[in-house]
């Protein structure tokens, strides 16, 4: 085989992983999105939200957890999860959704806790602390 087809070959290889890697990546990628745009996307993402612990509940029957978040102007979106509970979820500042909005609720299929560091508390005392000597 001539040296040239053979590059010809190795090159169109090259090419067509390459293209494979890029698309899996880019079909697996999940964005982080505002509310407004994750109800009007047709595809998986996360959001980012405040729980709101007074409107929280599990149907043990159906397994089905459903919660609102909020964001930073207020906006509120409900949230069903089909899962347990997450365990720490009442310690949680927050809570990153991933899934998709479907007839008026955000469907997640993952819930990422954001609960506050066990260093904050320490840090923040330390720092009143030094406020309170005058610095």
Known sequence: ?????????????????GGLGIWSLLDTATPYVGFEQARTMKKKVQVLGKIDFANTNY??????????????????????FGGTK???????????????????SFVAKDL????????????????????GKGA
């Open 1 to 17: 085989m001539p040296k040239n087809i053979r590059t010809i070959i190795a090159v169109l290889v090259i090419i067509i992983f």
């Open 112 to 131: 990422l806790v954001k609960c506050p560091s066990k260093y904050q508390g320490s840090e923040y005392q330390e720092k009143a602390n030094h406020k």
């Open 86 to 104: 997450p365990g720490n979820f009442e310690q949680a500042e927050s809570v990153v959704c991933v899934g998709q909005y479907e007839n008026g």
């Open 59 to 80: 149907d043990e029957k159906t397994g089905l957890f459903t919660f609102y978040i909020f964001n930073d102007t207020g906006d509120r979106m409900r949230v069903d």
